[in-house]
């Protein structure tokens, strides 16, 4: 099983901050079977970033994805109130699929 | 406009059984890649089960023997059939849709979640 590590676990920024979240593997991800999900409060989850850093539809270009091997990254060029929410990634390569444990942003 | 909508969360007694209902609509769903997700209250997500288009099944460790998906393409349904519930099985569970975008099938769009509540 591939284990994904979030970092940081919560991370406190002011609006048009640049954020970014690291998500690293347990082991390599030969493909780049890679995304990330935003989630708000009382929300399900919504797909941004698939195949590590192509932004799915209606997702700003101020997020960007990218990574290879066991390191990924979620880039947020310019924090925007509505960012704050909680931010997963996950690999959808390797059974079973799993998620990361998730970082939170806060914008101040 | 597609949506997927859960129905048949509630509270269950431990070594109870349930089943969840997602209705599909607004998209060919007979021939999507669909996927169960949870998330315990307060907690991450977890993958639970997929479903290809016909009969192929998946499953995490942690429901295998337990929980059975299928789904009925005629109706547009994805259904969970779960047994022998336990305490650790509390969570809401999101029905997916998976898409082929690109190389693979990332997990593209949500349903707004059921919760199932496993309490004597």
């Known amino acids: 099983e591939i284990i994904l590590t979030q970092s940081p676990g919560t991370l406190s920024l002011s609006p048009g901050e640049r954020a970014t979240l690291s998500c690293r593997a347990s082991?390599?991800?030969?493909?780049?079977?890679v995304a990330w999900f935003q989630q708000k409060p009382g929300q399900a989850p919504r797909l941004l970033i698939y195949d590590t850093s192509i932004r799915a539809t209606g997702t700003p270009d101020r997020f960007s994805g990218s990574g290879s091997g066991t390191d990924f990254t979620l880039a947020i060029s310019r924090l925007e109130p509505e960012d704050s929410a909680i931010y997963y990634c996950q690999q959808y390569f390797d059974a079973p699929l799993t998620f990361g444990g998730g970082t939170k942003v806060e914008i101040k | 406009e597609a949506q997927l909508l859960e129905s048949g969360g509630g509270l269950v007694q431990p070594g109870g059984s349930l089943r969840l209902s997602c209705a599909a609509s607004g998209f060919t769903f007979s021939t999507c890649l669909m996927s169960w997700v949870r998330q315990a209250p307060g907690k991450g997500l977890e993958w639970v089960s997929t479903l290809d288009g016909t009969t192929s099944t998946y499953y995490a460790d942690s429901v295998r023997g337990r929980f059975i998906v299928s789904r009925d393409n005629s109706k547009n349904m994805l259904y969970l059939q779960m047994n022998s519930l336990r305490a650790e099985d509390t969570a809401v569970y999101y029905c997916v849709r998976r898409l082929k975008l690109g190389g693979g099938y990332p997990f593209e769009f949500w349903g707004q979640g059921a919760l199932i509540t496993v309490s004597s």
């Open positions: 082991q390599s991800i030969t493909t780049i079977y």
